[in-house]
Every structure is written in structure tokens, then in C-alpha cells.
């Protein structure tokens, strides 16, 4: 007799649904997912489970700002008063205790002369201004010492002229300085606001070196011929005036249409006016004159198209 086995049944076949996870995931899955899921409040027995709505909000009263504008969040609907907000202090101005109409406009402000905005302008006033007050008040003995060796005379060029090339540009001949201050504010710092400090300064001593020489040398050769007296070659020259007219031949220049035409014209007769009102009859207003004229069109005819293509200087 021969034993054998029993045929062991055969297995149920895996539907779809228990053939993809195993059972151990499967479970594992499950209990992520209902972890997930936030249990809501149990009704009592005896009711039914109606979803409700949500409650309104009632608009905010005057003086009142809803917490959804102030945190930027649809879902805050709580209340706050206007005085619960934070305020920010404001600044203390130190014009606060001037009266309004004594307060300067800020356009007006802009064009002052400052060592940020134009430190070549600034200090060249500040230097001129002591100097100024070195004539005023000071001995004259000292001072005329000083302006003597310091003046573009024909004397002083043919003997030191490097000395008084450099020096004869800070001193004012009648010690007044806030005209000057004024035409640096509009003939200079305008420029130095374009170009820069050092193209300021470079345009400015080259004006008054050209106009200088242009019209120190013709004295020069009249005097050594005898046909001027060797007194006119102790003349007094000095002053920052061919500086500042170069500078304003280049803004001219840059100019454009009728405006253009405008600037050459007022510039023409700011010098003309300048020689008008000095002496015209004497020879050293002659030669100021030349040298404002060369001054203006040097600036205007030499540096102002040179220029004229140069990017504005970044601030």
C-alpha cells in the first residue's frame, strides 16, 4: 500500500486590487493617509451631520481696520481699533520751527555750492573767502607783498611766471567776494555737477592760463620795444575771472537752438559790460577786456564741442 499526500487545494487567484502592495505597505499607507485626516466633532446621537455654514463678518465700524488688511490674509476677519496700530514717529525736521514762507525751495537748495556735490566749487569759494578777509583785515604791508608777488604782470611772468600763474587765481582785486560767489553758483557748480572736480579744475586753470599768456606776452613785446613805459609792466593782475568765464563759454556751448543763441549773447555783453563799467579809456581795462573775450571764447569755441560728446558723471 502505498501512501500518498493529499492533493493540497488550490489557491484562490489574486484579484487586481491585492496584487500591486504588498499587505504590510498596504497597511502602512492606509494609517498615513488617516493620519492626515483631521477627525471632526462628534455629533450627539440622535442628530445628523449638516455641514454649516460659515459665519459673516460684520463690516468694520469707522475707526476700525479688519486684521485681513493688515496681515494680508483672507482668513483673519478679527477686528482691531485704529489706535491699536502702530504709528511711526515722524522725523524732526530742523526747518520745523522756521515760518513756511522763509523756508527755501529744494530746488533752490540744489544749486548751493557743497563739498559733496561740488567740492571743487566749494573749497575754491572757502580759499577765496580767506583770502578776502586776509585783504580786509589783514596788514597792508603783508598784502601788498603778497598780491605783488602773485600778480600776472609782465614783470612777474618773465621772471617767476609758473609762481604767478598758480597764485594769481585766489586772490579778488576788490575783496568783494559774494558777487563771486554767486557767479561761481551759476557759472561753475552747474559744470563741476556735469563733469566732475578734476575736469572742472582742469578746464578752469587752463582758461586762466590761456588768457593770461594771450594777453601778458603782447605787453611784453610792447614793453621791450619801448613802446610802452616799463611802469605797465608793474600792472596788478589778478582774479579768478578768466577761470570762471571758460567754464561758462562751455555751458553756452552746450546748449542747443535758441537758447544757445541766448547764452552767446548774454555772455558777449556781460563782457562788454565788465569793460564798460571799469575805464575804458585806460590801457589795463583794454587788456582785461582782451583776456575776458579770449577766456569766453576759449571755453566756447575750444572745450565746449570737445565736450559736448562727454557722459555726465555719475552722482
Not at 500518498?4 to 486590487?17: G, H, I, K, N, Q
Not at 463690516?59 to 511711526?88: F, H, K, M, R
Not at 614783470?155 to 563771486?180: C, E, K, Q, V
Request: hydrophobic letters at 45%; a positive charge.
Amino acid at each position: 500500500m502505498t501512501l500518498r499526500e493529499p492533493t493540497p487545494a488550490p489557491r484562490p487567484a489574486r484579484s487586481a486590487a491585492t496584487t500591486g502592495t504588498p499587505r504590510k505597505r498596504r497597511s502602512l499607507t492606509w494609517l498615513r493617509r488617516q493620519a492626515h485626516v483631521q477627525p471632526g466633532p462628534i455629533p450627539p446621537p440622535g442628530t445628523t451631520d449638516v455641514l454649516e455654514p460659515a459665519p459673516t463678518v460684520a463690516p468694520p465700524q469707522s475707526g476700525e481696520t479688519l486684521l485681513e488688511d493688515v496681515l494680508g490674509s483672507p482668513t483673519a476677519t478679527a477686528v482691531l481699533a485704529e489706535n491699536a496700530l502702530v504709528q511711526p514717529a515722524p522725523r524732526p525736521s530742523f526747518l520745523a520751527a522756521v515760518p513756511a514762507g522763509w523756508r527755501p525751495k529744494r530746488a533752490w537748495l540744489s544749486l548751493i555750492p557743497s563739498p559733496r556735490s561740488t567740492p571743487f566749487t566749494f573749497g575754491y569759494l572757502v580759499l577765496l573767502l580767506g583770502t578776502s578777509l586776509l585783504i580786509r583785515f589783514g596788514s597792508s604791508k603783508l598784502t601788498g607783498k603778497l598780491l605783488a608777488v602773485s600778480s600776472t604782470d609782465a614783470h612777474n611772468m618773465a621772471r617767476h611766471p609758473l609762481t604767478a600763474l598758480l597764485t594769481s587765481a585766489f586772490w579778488i582785486a576788490d575783496g568783494g567776494w559774494l558777487p563771486y560767489a554767486v557767479i561761481f553758483a551759476i557759472a561753475v557748480a552747474p559744470f563741476e555737477r556735469r563733469f566732475g572736480g578734476l575736469r572742472t579744475a582742469l578746464v578752469f586753470f587752463s582758461g586762466h592760463v590761456l588768457a593770461t599768456i594771450a594777453t601778458e606776452l603782447p605787453v611784453m613785446a610792447l614793453i621791450h620795444s619801448d613802446v610802452l613805459p616799463h611802469s605797465a609792466g608793474r600792472w596788478l593782475d589778478i582774479g579768478v575771472s578768466y577761470g570762471f568765464l571758460t567754464t561758462a563759454g562751455v555751458l553756452v556751448a552746450l546748449l542747443s537752438g535758441r537758447a544757445r543763441i541766448a547764452g552767446i549773447v548774454a555772455l558777449e555783453l556781460f563782457v562788454i559790460s565788465v569793460y564798460v563799467t571799469d575805464d575804458p579809456a585806460s590801457l589795463a581795462s583794454v587788456v582785461t577786456a582782451v583776456g575776458h573775450a579770449c577766456a569766453a571764447h576759449f571755453g566756447l569755441l575750444i572745450w565746449g564741442p570737445r565736450l559736448r560728446s562727454v557722459a555726465r558723471v555719475a552722482r
